[in-house]
C-alpha cells in the first residue's frame, strides 16, 4: 500500500478514536452513573477498558500515519506488513475490547469467546507490526530521493 493511502486509512482511525473517546467519557459514564446494573468495582472495569480501547486506537493510528511516512523515504514490504498489522490490531484489541464492553452495558451479557479471543490476538498483531516498522528501517534501502538531495548537500 502507498504511503498517502496508510496516512488517509490512520487519520480515519484516529477519528474514530476521538469519536469513541467522547462516546466513553459522555453517554457511557452517564449512563453507568444512572444505571444500578453493575456494581462499583465492574463499572470502574468497563471504564478503564474502555479508555485502554480509545488509548490503543488513538496511539497506533499514530503508528499508522508514522508507516506512511516512513514509506515515502523506505522502500520495504515490511512497512506493508506494520501497517496491516497496527490495523488488525485496531481491529482486534481495541475493536473486541470495545465490542465486549458495549454489549455487557446494553445486554448485561458477556459475548461470544471468538470476541474475548480477538482482544490478545489483536494485542499480538500490534507487537508485530512494531517489530515489522523497525525491520523495515533495518533492512532496505532509502529512496533515491533522499539518496539524491543528501548526496547534493
Given at each position: ?74 522502500c520495504s514490504k515490511l512497512l506493508t506488513y506494520a ?29 461470544l469467546p471468538i470476541v ?38
Amino acid at each position: 500500500m502507498y504511503g498517502s493511502k496508510w496516512i488517509r486509512v490512520g487519520s480515519l482511525f484516529a477519528a474514530f478514536g476521538v469519536t469513541c473517546g467522547a462516546l466513553g467519557a459522555h453517554a457511557l459514564k452517564t449512563h453507568l452513573a444512572t444505571d444500578t446494573m453493575f456494581d462499583v468495582q465492574t463499572t470502574q472495569t468497563i471504564l478503564d477498558n474502555w479508555s485502554t480501547a480509545v488509548l490503543y486506537i488513538l496511539v497506533h493510528s499514530i503508528a499508522i500515519i508514522l508507516t506512511g511516512l516512513v514509506s515515502a523515504n523506505v522502500c520495504s514490504k515490511l512497512l506493508t506488513y506494520a501497517g496491516s498489522f497496527f490495523t488488525l490490531g485496531i481491529i482486534g484489541f481495541s475493536g473486541g475490547l470495545l465490542v465486549y464492553n458495549a454489549t455487557l452495558v446494553i445486554s448485561g451479557t458477556k459475548l461470544l469467546p471468538i470476541v474475548i479471543a480477538a482482544v490478545p490476538l489483536g494485542g499480538i498483531s500490534f507487537i508485530i507490526g512494531w517489530c515489522c516498522l523497525a525491520a523495515s528501517l533495518w533492512t532496505s534501502n532509502t529512496s533515491n530521493i533522499k539518496t539524491r538531495t543528501a548526496r547534493h548537500l
